[in-house]
């Protein structure tokens, strides 16, 4: 698993870290971008390694459109 992890282009493993830290607020375009980074890193992760989902993609569209991203 860990060879399969580290193939994986380092912008996309990147792009997965949603930081959620106390006391800090994101902007409309932030909340978005990070909504649908994780959709993609759960559309990939979830091909390569076949683990379940924190977050699935159905409830990240939910609130990709909740939020009005286009």
């Known amino acids: 698993m860990h060879k399969t992890l580290l193939s994986l282009p380092l912008f996309l493993f990147l792009s997965a870290c949603i930081l959620l830290k106390d006391n800090e607020t994101y902007n409309h375009d932030e ?12 559309t990939v992760n979830s091909n390569i390694t076949g683990e379940s989902l924190r977050y699935p993609n159905s409830r990240l569209k939910e609130l990709y459109l909740e939020n009005n991203c286009q």
């Open 31 to 42: 909340v978005c971008a990070g909504l649908k980074r994780q959709m993609i890193f759960n």
